[in-house]
């Protein structure tokens, strides 16, 4: 029996990193009787059947699960936002802190294109900047253009599993090309240049990339909700998590309660108009969903 790591799935086949040896394994039917199949990611024990291949006995416990991209004990997610091109939504980032959040993932905020902003983008992303680390996220102020960038992002990436989120066309296939010279990501601009569209169907594998492992997949582009009750919308935002704690009644929504502490907050600035205006935006998008029979 030995210990190892699922870097990629192909054709029926997990690839099983152990050794610095890569398995190519078979999972056993045990998985299809527990509901569980080996996803890229898992820590896994395997019997070797040979000195390049094996049989998956064992999936250790998760640490997280994301479902698109498939991937198991993923530590952090870089959410990449851009100054403009598409101009930098405060709306569209908060939407993917709170879903990174609600997979108990750590985000951590990217903004790039900054080799694009003027003086006056300057002032405003660097506001953002301020508010977002003030509630204790980590913000990179980045350009996939800008080579002597590169050596700050790589040292994130170390010890950790990394999966790459946002919108279409921030610069998450730069950023990954940028970082791993050898992986070969169809940006925007080449796929536009080929005439066609980007091809969606890709297998994810994971690269190592200074002492961490790196999903090769520009990630996720569009977020849901549906798996979030609204209890624990609030806790999606680490400020509101802080201050519910004060608030009058226990199950308090921060909406139309009376004595509640996260309100107080707003009208106090401790806590951004915007930020909490979101989580009224989502609360409702929670409450007002179908609710799901299957
Ligand atoms: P993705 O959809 O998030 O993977 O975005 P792409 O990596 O395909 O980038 C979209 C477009 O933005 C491409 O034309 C890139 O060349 C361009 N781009 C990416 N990063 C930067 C950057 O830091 N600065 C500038 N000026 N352009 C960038
Ligand atoms: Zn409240």
Same mark, same amino acid.
């Given at each position: 029996m030995a $210990?190892?790591?699922?870097?990629?799935? /192909?054709?029926?086949?997990?690839?099983?990193q152990s050794d610095e040896n890569l398995y190519a394994c078979k999972g056993r039917g045990l998985f299809?009787?527990? *509901?569980?199949?080996?996803?890229?990611?898992?820590? &896994?024990?395997?019997d070797k059947s040979s000195d390049l291949e094996g049989?998956?006995? $064992?999936?250790?416990?998760?640490?997280?699960?994301?479902?698109?991209?498939?991937?198991?004990?993923?530590?952090?997610?870089?959410?990449? @936002?851009?100054?403009?091109?598409?101009? %930098?939504?405060?709306?569209?980032?908060?939407?993917?802190?709170?879903?990174?959040?609600?997979?108990?993932? *750590?985000?951590?905020?990217?903004?790039n294109k900054i080799d694009l902003a003027n003086d006056s983008d300057l002032k405003t992303i660097k506001e953002f900047k301020a508010i977002y680390e003030k509630i204790g996220y980590h913000v990179l102020l980045f350009s996939a253009k800008e080579p002597r960038d590169f050596m700050t992002m790589k040292s /994130?990436? @170390?010890?950790?599993? =990394? &999966?790459?989120?946002?919108?279409?066309?921030?610069?998450?296939?730069?950023? /990954? @090309?940028?970082?791993?010279?050898? /992986?070969?990501?169809? =940006?925007?601009?080449?796929?536009?240049?080929?005439?066609?569209?980007?091809?969606?169907?890709?297998?994810v594998e994971l690269l190592e990339i200074n002492g961490g492992l790196v999903?090769? =997949?520009?990630? %996720?582009? &569009?977020?849901? %909700?549906?798996?979030?009750?609204? $209890?624990?919308?609030?806790l999606c935002f680490p400020e509101i998590k802080t201050f519910q704690a004060h608030c009058k009644f226990r199950g308090c929504l921060h909406d139309k309660e009376p004595g509640c502490a996260v309100k107080?907050?707003?009208?106090? *600035?401790?806590?951004? =108009?915007?930020? #909490?205006?979101? #989580?009224?935006a989502f609360l409702e998008e929670i409450q007002s969903r179908k609710p799901r029979y299957s």
């Open positions: $210990e190892g790591r699922i870097m990629k799935a /192909l054709s029926g086949f997990y690839y099983v299809r009787k527990q *509901k569980v199949s080996p996803l890229v990611g898992d820590l &896994v024990v395997f049989y998956i006995q $064992e999936i250790k416990p998760r640490k997280t699960e994301l479902s698109r991209p498939p991937i198991a004990n993923v530590d952090q997610a870089m959410i990449v @936002n851009s100054v403009k091109m598409p101009q %930098f939504s405060p709306l569209l980032l908060d939407r993917f802190l709170v879903f990174i959040e609600s997979k108990r993932i *750590k985000p951590l905020i990217i903004i /994130l990436f @170390n010890d950790k599993i =990394t &999966v790459f989120a946002g919108q279409s066309g921030v610069g998450k296939s730069s950023i /990954l @090309n940028a970082v791993k010279p050898s /992986l070969t990501l169809e =940006t925007a601009q080449i796929s536009k240049s080929l005439g066609r569209g980007r091809h969606t169907t890709r297998h999903a090769d =997949t520009p990630g %996720f582009s &569009v977020v849901d %909700f549906s798996h979030i009750s609204r $209890e624990e919308l609030g107080q907050a707003v009208a106090n *600035k401790e806590m951004a =108009t915007f930020r #909490y205006d979101h #989580y009224l």
